[in-house]
């Protein structure tokens, strides 16, 4: 059981967006910046999403990142088959005193 | 370029130890705080510790608290994670990543590879 929550899957077709949620609580998401991973099979997982809506150099603005409360979204539009794979979020948590991730969300583009 | 590389995993029986190494290169090492983060086969992401960029700060998952040891040697540019009582549930893949962040945050901009530990008898 992750301390954040993610849908275990989303889908949709190529040129369409999605939207991947991830929920958390007041001593995570709610006091703490939110980042995003994309995680290709067999590859190591690679940033997408800093501060909850900064993307490091390279990634396309098509991506974007936004945080109410305690929960963060990542969008992603223009859907293209190279973004299949798992995504995740994750924060540090003031209480637990560690980071946590969501249990992951698997892309699939139809 | 910017690369960190993880060393040191294999095939241990559960209850012995094991120490991983991440080699650290092109950027100043000694200025960023660095973590160990794992990955069951199978299963999604799970942070195991951090380090400040001094070795004076350290933070661990519940899952390992007591039984691994972070530690870091700026002048060899090298991360280190001690596993002792090693358990099956150990088994994972150990990621090194380097924080983006001055302050405690998830955000880490580069990966290794990973080290393959697997605790079995």
């Known amino acids: 059981q992750s301390v954040l929550t993610q849908p275990p899957s989303v889908s949709a077709a190529p040129g369409q967006k999605v939207t991947i949620s991830c929920s958390g609580s007041?001593?995570?998401?709610?006091?703490?910046?939110v980042a995003w991973y994309q995680q290709l099979p067999g590859t190591a997982p690679k940033l997408l999403i800093f501060?909850?809506?900064e993307r490091p150099s390279g990634i396309p603005d098509r991506l974007s990142g936004s945080k109410s409360g305690t929960s963060a979204t990542l969008d992603i539009t223009g859907l293209q088959t190279g973004d299949e794979a798992d995504y995740y979020c994750?924060?540090?948590?003031?209480?637990?005193?560690?980071?946590?991730f969501g249990g992951g969300t698997r892309l699939t583009v139809l | 370029q910017v690369q960190v590389v993880e060393s040191g995993g294999g095939v241990v029986q559960p209850g012995r130890s094991l120490r991983l190494s991440c080699a650290a290169s092109?950027?100043?090492?000694?200025?960023?705080?660095m973590h160990w983060v794992r990955q069951a086969p199978g299963k999604g992401l799970e942070w195991v510790a951090v380090?400040?960029?001094?070795?004076?700060?350290?933070y661990y998952a519940d899952s390992v608290k007591g039984r691994f040891i972070i530690s870091r040697d700026n002048s060899k540019n090298t991360l280190y994670l001690q596993m002792d009582s090693l358990r099956t549930e150990d088994t994972a893949v150990h990621h090194c990543?380097?924080?983006?962040?001055?302050?405690?945050?998830?955000?880490?901009?580069?990966w290794g590879q990973g080290t393959m530990v697997t605790v079995s008898s």
């Open positions: 990543a380097r924080s983006v962040s001055y302050v405690p945050s998830g955000a880490f901009d580069i």
């Open positions: 092109g950027f100043i090492f000694s200025s960023y705080a």
């Open positions: 380090i400040s960029y001094d070795g004076r700060n350290t």
């Open positions: 007041t001593s995570n998401i709610g006091t703490n910046d």
């Open positions: 501060e909850d809506n």
């Open positions: 994750a924060t540090w948590d003031g209480s637990l005193r560690a980071v946590v």
